[in-house]
């Protein structure tokens, strides 16, 4: 079955620096979301990407589709205290049952 | 418009009870799924439903678990005779349509004891 990947599993990173998850599907995505996720939270929709080589923008989050829509990346520009949480990626090809990613934990050092 | 409302909050079932989770969706959504998240891991897919129907079950253990969406009322994730392995957060999730934005509710803790 689709299997979605993601890497790193966990990063520490010092408030400043800059933040990347890559996530990995099995199979071609039709589209994929990403969620961040608080300790003891719930999951929140940040964004949705539906063309190859899609790239959006959310101030200092800069989400990217691949050409071949079987790989997708999140990148945090200057990380704050408050980026914590958990980032997943959630992809479906196209049955709208999203499968989710393995999620990245980012703790960020004040 | 309030949010996705799951409740309760905490359950705490004894070994061979049943376990009765509510999910209301947001206003104007017909599309519910249920996921289920163990500590420290992602969401897993457990069953998508639209109202009245079942779309999509491919992740949920065939015994002791089903769920329903009636045309009246919440949607239900219902776990009978429970298990320690039970044990888990569940979160609902609904979208007004298929493949779009999905909002979460804040789950609901299962404890087996």
Same mark, same amino acid.
Not at chain 1, 41 to 53: A, E, R, T
Not at chain 2, 13 to 23: M, N, T, Y
Not at chain 2, 34 to 52: A, H, I, N, S, T
Not at chain 2, 68 to 73: L, N, T
């Given at each position: 079955?689709?299997?979605? @990947?993601? %890497?790193?599993?966990?990063?520490? +990173?010092?408030?400043?620096? #800059?933040?990347?998850?890559?996530?990995?599907?099995?199979? /071609?995505?039709?589209? %994929?979301?990403?969620?961040?996720?608080? *300790?003891?939270?719930?999951?929140?929709?940040?964004?949705?990407?539906?063309?190859?080589?899609?790239?959006? &923008?959310?101030?200092?989050?800069?989400?990217?589709?691949?050409?071949?829509? &079987?790989?997708?990346?999140?990148?945090?520009?200057?990380?704050? /205290?408050? #980026?914590?949480?958990?980032?997943?990626?959630?992809?479906?090809?196209?049955?709208?049952?999203?499968?989710?990613?393995?999620?990245?934990?980012?703790?960020?050092?004040? | 418009?309030?949010? +996705? @409302?799951?409740? *309760?909050?905490?359950?705490?079932?004894?070994?061979?009870?049943?376990?009765?989770?509510?999910?209301?969706? $947001? &206003?104007?959504?017909?599309?519910?799924?249920?996921?289920?998240?163990?500590?420290?891991?992602?969401?897993?897919? $457990? +069953?998508?439903?639209?109202?009245?129907?079942? %779309? #999509?079950?491919?992740? @949920?253990?065939?015994?002791?678990?089903?769920?329903?969406?009636?045309?009246?009322?919440?949607?239900?994730?219902? %776990?009978?005779?429970?298990?320690?392995? #039970?044990?888990?957060?569940?979160?609902?999730?609904?979208?007004? @349509?298929?493949?779009?934005?999905?909002?979460?509710?804040?789950?609901?803790?299962?404890?087996?004891?």
């Amino acid at each position: 079955g689709q299997q979605v @990947m993601q %890497i790193p599993q966990y990063q520490h +990173v010092q408030e400043g620096e #800059d933040f990347t998850t890559y996530c990995n599907s099995s199979t /071609t995505l039709s589209n %994929i979301q990403w969620y961040k996720q608080r *300790p003891g939270g719930h999951p929140v929709f940040l964004i949705q990407l539906v063309k190859s080589g899609e790239v959006k &923008k959310q101030k200092r989050l800069t989400f990217q589709f691949g050409e071949a829509k &079987k790989n997708s990346s999140l990148h945090i520009t200057a990380t704050q /205290t408050t #980026d914590v949480g958990t980032y997943f990626c959630a992809g479906t090809s196209g049955t709208y049952k999203y499968i989710f990613g393995t999620g990245t934990r980012l703790k960020v050092l004040a | 418009n309030a949010g +996705v @409302m799951q409740n *309760p909050r905490h359950l705490v079932r004894r070994r061979g009870q049943e376990a009765r989770l509510r999910c209301s969706p $947001m &206003k104007g959504h017909s599309h519910v799924y249920w996921y289920r998240q163990l500590p420290e891991e992602g969401l897993k897919f $457990m +069953v998508y439903l639209q109202k009245e129907n079942i %779309i #999509d079950e491919s992740g @949920m253990p065939k015994e002791r678990f089903s769920a329903e969406f009636p045309k009246e009322g919440p949607s239900i994730l219902r %776990i009978q005779q429970v298990v320690r392995g #039970d044990s888990a957060a569940y979160f609902c999730a609904s979208s007004r @349509m298929g493949g779009t934005e999905a909002f979460f509710g804040q789950g609901t803790r299962l404890t087996v004891v």
